[in-house]
């Protein structure tokens, strides 16, 4: 079934699900720069998947290395949905993939060999649906990009961007407290900018948001290396290059 959109006064209630992926394995690569004699850290990491069929929509949002280059099978050229298609397994494992058009509040669907795949924009995150019947098991691989930076200007509608949260993601203890929280999160990105950290809630199959600096409700647990949906405050772009470990 084609996936459905939220509209822009309920943007949490897409009925579409998602599942934490599950994290594999985390590299450091030390890349000496001959030219300086100094040595640059970039992470890099593993991540696999294992999604089998569900009763639902069969969709996971997925979090992306920010430097992601599997084979290129799609668009020569071009990182785009069906090099992801391939990399997860391709038509057997993978029915398609998604993405967030921010500007309409809408999804755009891709079904893996169709032809015509969407690109994919670093530091996106995507959600992935099974083949009819099928178990999506697969990994992707790839590094970080020290220099990224995220700015996400107001785009009306729903005001949603789905990131891809860093592997190796640093927010300073607070009070204690070793849990990263959706609070925590929000002040790293900036209260003045962020109005809410969104992100699926497995068991009860429902988006759920958090509003930065609410007094009412506990902030959820944020877990690295995991998708998560941000919204502007009203006007307001949101800049941001995570600090990492």
């Known amino acids: 079934p084609a996936a459905t959109a939220p509209s822009p006064k309920a943007p949490f209630s ?7 992926p599950i994290l594999a394995v985390a590299l450091l690569f030390l890349v000496a720069s001959a030219a300086s004699s100094q040595v640059a850290v970039v992470m890099g990491f593993t991540r696999q998947f294992n999604f089998p069929p569900t009763t639902g929509p069969n969709l996971h ?20 949905a069906e090099d992801l298609c391939q990399d997860l397994g391709g038509v057997a494992a993978v029915g398609s993939i998604l993405r967030w058009n921010e500007a309409s509040s809408t999804f755009t669907e891709y079904a893996c060999g169709a032809g015509g795949p969407f690109a ?13 019947g099928a178990t999506l098991l697969g990994a992707v691989a790839g590094v970080h990009d020290n220099s990224f930076t995220y700015s996400i200007a107001p785009s ?20 204690g407290d070793l849990l990263v929280t959706a609070e925590d999160l929000c002040r790293q990105i900036g209260s003045t900018e962020i109005l809410a950290i969104v992100r699926w809630d497995e068991p009860s199959a429902a988006y759920q948001a958090y509003g930065c600096g609410s007094e009412l409700d506990a902030p959820f647990e944020i877990e690295r290396s995991t998708a998560y949906g941000v919204v502007n405050r009203a006007g307001q772009t949101i800049t941001w290059q995570p600090i990492h470990y």
Not at 120 to 132: D, F, I, S
Request: glycine share 10%.
């Open 61 to 80: 949002w997925i979090s992306l290395p920010w430097v992601y280059e599997p084979v290129d099978v799609g668009t020569i050229g071009t990182l785009d």
């Open 156 to 175: 009306g509608g729903s005001q949603l961007s789905w990131l891809s949260v860093p592997y190796h993601l640093r927010i300073p203890e607070r009070h």
């Open 14 to 20: 897409p009925q579409a699900g998602l599942a934490l």
């Open 120 to 132: 994919l924009v670093e530091g996106t995150a995507y959600a992935v649906r099974n083949a009819p």
